[in-house]
């Protein structure tokens, strides 16, 4: 017995599987919606005001001694005080660079206070040297 295979003499079929195309297409397009505006939104950074060059701010020199005494600009300041003086520093156009001093045995909590009455005030211009910086 011989059995006969039915196969067809038309021509093969050519198709294209489209789903990974479209499955790429919907990806791209929630790309697109997530980054659209972003891109659309604009994003404006405040620039420094153009200070003149001949105004040159001066610069205030406050130290922590050891034993957590301050002074500024070799002057003794008490504790209680420290906090008016970073305000009226503040508020001085241009504002002075404040160069905290720090003694190498002072404690870490008196620089910590210093640097938080500081930011308090709202003093921009920072630097600190350590004593054997002079």
Same mark, same amino acid.
């Given at each position: 017995?011989?059995?006969? !295979? /039915?196969? $067809? ?8 599987? &489209?789903?990974?195309? +479209?499955?790429?297409?919907? =990806? %791209? ?17 405040? !620039? /420094?005001? $153009? ?8 610069? &205030?020199?406050?130290? +922590?001694?050891?034993?957590? =005494? %301050? ?17 009226? !520093? /503040? ?10 001093? &720090? ?32």
């Amino acid at each position: 017995m011989s059995f006969a !295979l /039915a196969r $067809s003499h038309a021509a093969p079929e050519a198709t294209i599987n &489209v789903t990974p195309l +479209i499955d790429v297409m919907l =990806a %791209l397009v929630v790309v697109f919606m997530i980054a659209a505006p972003i891109l659309v939104k604009r994003l404006t950074l405040p !620039l /420094a005001a $153009s200070r003149g060059t001949d105004a040159v701010a001066e610069t &205030v020199h406050l130290a +922590i001694g050891a034993d957590g =005494a %301050l002074t500024w600009n070799d002057q003794v300041l008490l504790p209680q005080l420290l906090r008016e003086q970073l305000r009226v !520093l /503040a508020r001085k156009e241009p504002q002075p660079e404040l160069r905290i001093e &720090v003694a190498s045995s002072a404690s870490y909590q008196s620089f910590a206070s210093v640097l938080a009455d500081a930011k308090v005030a709202k003093v921009e211009r920072i630097s600190v040297l350590d004593a054997s910086a002079r």
